[in-house]
């Protein structure tokens, strides 16, 4: 099975820098997703890790350590529109996703 | 990017009424599409596996013959919430699998959201 981890809350101010961390065990890895979802609409597609390492796309950044069962997903410069769940996904060799519990993001001015 | 649209985006119904929910993916063909519920305040819940030409695969809890899923073409999967209850409105999104080019990874892509109220 999945197990999912990620924190349920967190605030950050506009501007800074936010680090949202993801721990997962599973049986049969095929990468992890992170997806960003604003209230009430259906979640987006924000980034894709399969390979240990960082991923750098514009101000958001994602990274593997599959050795850990560890990941993170980095908001910088954040803005007031970042305010929004994130979403932390285990994709399975069938290209099933199991997603955590969502980390609700409050950025404040 | 990709597009996958659902219809409708939002239903009202009364008790032991069936609805039922399109979802379309309008710029690629998707063999495989999924169908996910969500209650406030928690996360996605996959429910079913939908598989164009056969048969949907539903996950553990979720009745077969209460939410019937019809992949009918590669564009195209529904689900059918049969006798809808109360305890059946939630928010239902699905999502439909893009298969990799190059070796790149399958990616989901999400509808909208169809918000299910039964009275």
């Known amino acids: 099975g999945q197990n999912i981890d990620q924190p349920t809350e967190m605030t950050a101010t506009e501007g800074a820098i936010v680090q949202i961390n993801c721990t997962y065990q599973?049986?049969?890895?095929?990468?992890l997703f992170w997806y960003q979802q604003h209230a009430g609409e259906a979640p987006t597609f924000l980034s894709y890790?399969?390979?240990?390492g960082l991923e750098e796309k514009g101000r958001f950044s994602s990274f593997l350590s599959r050795s850990k069962g560890y990941s993170y997903l980095l908001l910088k410069e954040l803005q007031m529109k970042d305010s929004a769940s994130y979403l932390c996904?285990?994709?399975?060799?069938?290209?099933?996703?199991?997603f955590g519990g969502g980390t609700r993001l409050m950025v404040k001015p | 990017g990709a597009v996958v649209s659902q219809h409708p985006s939002w239903v009202i119904c009364k008790s032991g009424t069936s609805v039922k929910i399109e979802c379309r993916s309008l710029?690629?063909?998707?063999?495989?599409m999924f169908w996910y519920r969500q209650f406030p305040k928690q996360s996605l819940m996959l429910m079913a596996t939908?598989?164009?030409?056969?048969?949907?695969?539903?996950e553990q809890g979720v009745e077969k013959d209460k939410f019937l899923i019809n992949h009918a073409s590669l564009t195209l999967s529904t689900l059918t919430v049969t006798s809808a209850h109360p305890e059946d409105s939630s928010f239902y999104i699905c999502?439909?699998?893009?298969?990799?080019?190059?070796?790149?990874?399958?990616?989901?892509?999400f509808g909208p959201g169809t918000r299910l109220t039964v009275l």
């Open positions: 999502s439909a699998r893009r298969e990799g080019l190059a070796g790149a990874t399958d990616t989901q892509y």
């Open positions: 599973t049986s049969g890895f095929n990468g």
């Open positions: 890790n399969v390979l240990d």
């Open positions: 939908s598989n164009e030409g056969s048969k949907a695969t539903y």
């Open positions: 996904a285990v994709g399975n060799a069938g290209n099933m996703l199991t």
């Open positions: 710029d690629f063909q998707a063999t495989t």
